[in-house]
T-cell receptor, first 115, second 112 residues
Framework: EPEVTQTPSHQVTQMGQEVILRCVPI?????FYWYRQILGQKVEFLVS????????KSEIFDDQFSVERPDGSNFTLKIRSTKLEDSAMYFC?????????????FGEGSWLTVV | DAKTTQPNSMESNEEEPVHLPCNHS???????IHWYRQLPSQGPEYVIH???SNVNNRMASLAIAEDRKSSTLILHRATLRDAAVYYC?????????????FGTGTRLTIIP
């Protein structure tokens, strides 16, 4: 079964520091996503990415967030200056094409704690 | 986005069948019905999806009402490992809404 892998699984960072969360999507997939889930709350969409550019982003995805696909295999989420409220589980996901009948595959998540 | 309504929580005994309902009365003719689940401290996991006909796979069955305004996820024999939050999500075909929008889902508790 193909899988999306994420690193790190858990990171603790000081407020104001930059954080990079890494993802390796499934190899033949073309669309990539980041979601987040604050403890006890819903899974929330952050951003989708296709053909080396953002195709859609939510209100949460403000100027402190950025995404990149630096080398054709990794997909990264950068938070420039972390805030306490950025503490959450961040999930990467990918899909071959976003046809309604296709499946989005999620990684196991990166748990970010900002102190 | 067309919305779905699910019960907040359900309980079932281990090794019994479980029927998880979902209402989607505003579903459009081209929306697919997807089910995902999220085990504790894990990412969402695909379970099953369908458009009009009932579907079966190794994890579950999906029964879709004839008018498509509701559907039921069926776990034929629940195990403790099936304890999770189950999400019923509608998705458009290409160039529609490409992301998944998660609701609060149904928290399924399995009683040993």
């Amino acid at each position: 079964e193909p899988e999306v892998t994420q690193t790190p699984s858990h990171q603790v960072t000081q407020m104001g520091q930059e954080v990079i969360l890494r993802c390796v999507p499934i190899s033949n997939h073309l669309y990539f996503y980041w979601y987040r889930q604050i403890l006890g709350q819903k899974v929330e969409f952050l951003v989708s990415f296709y053909n080396n550019e953002i195709s859609e982003k939510s209100e949460i995805f403000d100027d402190q967030f950025s995404v990149e696909r630096p080398d054709g295999s990794n997909f990264t989420l950068k938070i420039r200056s972390t805030k306490l409220e950025d503490s959450a589980m961040y999930f990467c996901a990918s899909i071959w094409t976003p046809n309604g009948g296709n499946t989005i595959y999620f990684g196991e998540g990166s748990w970010l704690t900002v102190v | 986005d067309a919305k779905t309504t699910q019960p907040n929580s359900m309980e079932s005994n281990e090794e019994e069948p479980v029927h998880l309902p979902c209402n989607h009365s505003t579903i459009s003719g081209t929306d697919y019905i997807h089910w995902y689940r999220q085990l504790p401290s894990q990412g969402p996991e695909y379970v099953i999806h369908g458009l009009t006909s009932n579907v079966n796979n190794r994890m579950a069955s999906l029964a879709i009402a004839e008018d498509r305004k509701s559907s039921t996820l069926i776990l034929h024999r629940a195990t403790l490992r099936d304890a999770a939050v189950y999400y019923c999500i509608l998705r458009d075909p290409p160039f529609g809404n490409e992301k998944l929008t998660f609701g609060t889902g149904t928290r399924l508790t399995i009683i040993p």
